[in-house]
């Protein structure tokens, strides 16, 4: 790494840009590989283009969390080692010109008395990143609301003196920003409710086109009425016929509702479609939202 090199990947766009147009900081690449975590390279419905997910953990938090209904989700976000604009501008200037610049991380970490650290082999200032960061559903126009999220086994925290150190100076960044930061280890990740969801998610255009749609909202009013006393299979089914489409779009359009919680379904159980589905009355959703958002992201979270 050299200035030069480094100047080069921010001319490039890396690590900036909001919505549809950011770009990751790091990214999978199959020269840089990693031969000791699962790297996925998917679409999660936010974006045109995929993520960048560097670990297991990063996919399965960033799978739930997509799920819970944020606008965005920016991952590898890079944590400046100089003064830069705040992490929330780009998307309206008269909301950026009210946003206080934020403080780089070799600053926050003079003031934490923690070395920052360099790229090796060089004097160039090593540029930090935060795994996931998503802005939430606000009710005010100039409500700021993102949530940094750590991934970071539980095992490597406690071996780690270094790892510590870096999950103190994303607390701080995160902090100085006006942000909440959460430490994801995986330990109490709801595997079975995130297995669901892998098998559930909806491909990007699936989402898009059918959130609008009022015949896919009246399809899933249907579909809770008739699960009251018929099996879910069967169930899909017989709301398909009602609205003369094909099955395989009947199923289609029962996976896009759950993801777009117009269909209450407890994931937490196993889906079986010859069998009654039970509902969850949003508890699921109400619990993680509350875990990874706080308060305020469950006063303010809505499709």
């Given at each position: 790494?050299?200035?030069?090199?480094?100047?080069t990947?921010?001319?490039?766009?890396?690590g900036?840009g909001r919505?549809?147009?950011?770009?990751p900081?790091?990214?999978?690449?199959?020269?840089?590989s990693?031969?000791?975590?699962?790297?996925?390279?998917?679409?999660?419905t936010?974006?045109?283009?995929n993520?960048?997910?560097?670990?297991?953990?990063e996919?399965?938090?960033?799978?739930?969390?997509?799920?819970?209904?944020?606008?965005?989700?920016?991952?590898?976000?890079?944590?400046?080692?100089?003064?830069?604009?705040h992490?929330?501008?780009?998307?309206n200037?008269?909301?950026?010109?009210?946003?206080?610049?934020?403080?780089g991380?070799l600053?926050?970490?003079?003031?934490?008395?923690?070395?920052?650290?360099v790229?090796p082999?060089?004097?160039?200032?090593y540029v930090a990143?935060?795994?996931?960061?998503?802005?939430?559903?606000s009710?005010?126009?100039?409500?700021t609301q993102?949530?940094?999220?750590?991934?970071?086994p539980l095992?490597?925290?406690?071996?780690r003196?270094r790892a510590?150190?870096?999950?103190?100076l994303e607390?701080?960044?995160?902090?100085?920003?006006g942000?909440?930061?959460?430490?994801?280890t995986?330990?109490s990740?709801?595997?079975?409710?995130?297995?669901n969801?892998d098998?559930?998610?909806?491909?990007?255009?699936?989402?898009?086109?059918?959130?609008v749609?009022s015949?896919?909202?009246?399809?899933?009013?249907?579909?809770m009425e008739?699960t009251?006393s018929t099996?879910?299979?069967?169930?899909?089914?017989?709301?398909?016929?009602?609205f003369?489409?094909?099955v395989a779009?009947g199923?289609?359009?029962?996976r896009?509702?759950v993801?777009?919680h117009?269909?209450d379904?407890d994931?937490n159980?196993?889906?079986v479609m010859s069998?009654?589905m039970?509902?969850?009355?949003?508890?699921t959703l109400?619990?993680?939202?509350?875990h990874?958002?706080g308060t305020v992201?469950?006063?303010n979270?809505g499709r």
């Open positions: 790494m050299s200035l030069s090199i480094l100047a990947y921010i001319r490039a766009g890396f900036s919505l549809h147009n950011y770009r900081w790091l990214r999978i690449r199959r020269r840089a990693s031969p000791v975590s699962k790297q996925v390279f998917c679409n999660l936010l974006r045109p283009t993520h960048h997910l560097l670990s297991g953990l996919y399965k938090t960033a799978l739930l969390n997509s799920w819970l209904g944020p606008k965005e989700l920016r991952e590898c976000l890079p944590l400046w080692p100089d003064a830069h604009p992490p929330q501008t780009g998307l200037s008269d909301i950026d010109g009210l946003l206080d610049e934020s403080p991380l600053e926050i970490a003079r003031d934490a008395g923690i070395e920052h650290g790229f082999g060089t004097k160039v200032p990143s935060c795994d996931l960061v998503f802005w939430l559903p009710k005010g126009a100039f409500e993102l949530v940094y999220i750590s991934c970071k095992s490597e925290i406690r071996k003196q510590r150190e870096r999950l103190e607390r701080r960044y995160a902090k100085a920003n942000g909440r930061h959460v430490i994801e995986g330990e990740l709801p595997h079975k409710l995130i297995d969801l098998w559930l998610l909806p491909m990007r255009h699936e989402a898009q086109e059918l959130r749609s015949q896919h909202s009246d399809f899933c009013s249907l579909l008739l009251k099996p879910l299979g069967a169930a899909v089914n017989q709301a398909s016929e009602a003369h489409i094909p779009d199923f289609k359009y029962f896009v509702g993801w777009l117009r269909i379904i994931l159980l196993p889906v069998k009654m039970h509902r969850d009355y949003g508890k109400g619990r993680w939202r509350a990874f958002w992201g469950v006063q979270a």
